[in-house]
């Protein structure tokens, strides 16, 4: 098992920032990736940027690209998302998530083995 737990949500003005980060606990060896993905009220959960832990190649949603960025920390099992030039269509639950298998689909929900409790980012506009 692989507990995930998210911080750093909250209200931010349309053009700010913030940085989402996520733990992870237990046994995060068997894990190949870790992913963030956002659900708006009324959508379906939505692909946001993906992380192996293993040479930490990295891949974002083109909705996203040249603001939002994913990092990680291995030594602190932690991944980091730090969002800039927020805009109101960002509004969200963020969630991060960690898949196992490295052959499944890196941007499809279902591949993904363990998620977080999600955390709240508002951007206003």
């Known amino acids: 098992q692989v507990q995930l737990v998210e911080s750093g949500g909250g209200l931010v003005q349309a053009g700010g920032s913030l940085r989402l980060s996520c733990a992870a606990s237990?046994?995060?060896?068997?894990?190949?990736?870790m992913g963030w993905f956002r659900q708006a009220p009324g959508k379906e959960r939505e692909f946001v940027a993906v992380?192996?832990?293993?040479?930490?190649?990295?891949y974002s949603a083109a909705s996203v690209k040249g603001r939002f960025t994913i990092s990680g920390d291995n030594a602190k099992n932690t991944v980091y998302l730090q969002m800039k030039s927020l805009k109101p269509e960002d509004t969200a639950v963020y969630y991060c998530?960690?898949?196992?298998?490295?052959?499944?689909?890196?941007?499809?929900?279902?591949?993904?083995?363990?998620w977080g409790q999600g955390t709240q980012v508002t951007v206003s506009s």
């Open positions: 998530a960690a898949a196992r298998d490295p052959y499944s689909d890196i941007t499809n929900v279902r591949p993904y083995d363990y």
């Open positions: 237990g046994r995060t060896f068997s894990s190949d990736r």
């Open positions: 992380i192996r832990w293993s040479g930490g190649a990295t």
